[in-house]
């Protein structure tokens, strides 16, 4: 009888120590909230502006400006 109550109260310690790790196992992705990836910032070469590269436009050189004028000044 002894040994019964030794074994329920050390298969009750392994049950909430696994519980635990399970829980520190979920975690993680919890505590990350989804917070806005950093933008890649790019400069325009005609005013020196920083700017999203997602906002930023392509020139024919390969360049990226802040605006269809400046991409058209920085080309010629
Ligand atoms: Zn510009």
């Known amino acids: 009888m002894k040994y019964l109550l ?3 109260i050390v298969l009750i310690a392994v049950w ?4 635990n ?3 520190e196992k979920q975690q ?3 505590a990350k909230p989804p ?5 890649d ?3 325009c070469p005609v005013c ?3 700017l999203p590269r997602t906002d930023a436009l392509p020139g024919p050189d390969g360049r990226l400006y802040c605006c269809q ?7 010629s």
């Open 6 to 8: 030794v074994l329920a």
């Open 16 to 19: 909430l120590w696994r519980n």
């Open 21 to 23: 790790r399970r829980a």
């Open 28 to 30: 993680p992705p919890v």
């Open 35 to 39: 917070l806005a990836s950093p933008q």
């Open 41 to 43: 910032m790019v400069r």
């Open 48 to 50: 020196s502006v920083h």
């Open 69 to 75: 004028e400046h991409r058209l000044r920085g080309a």
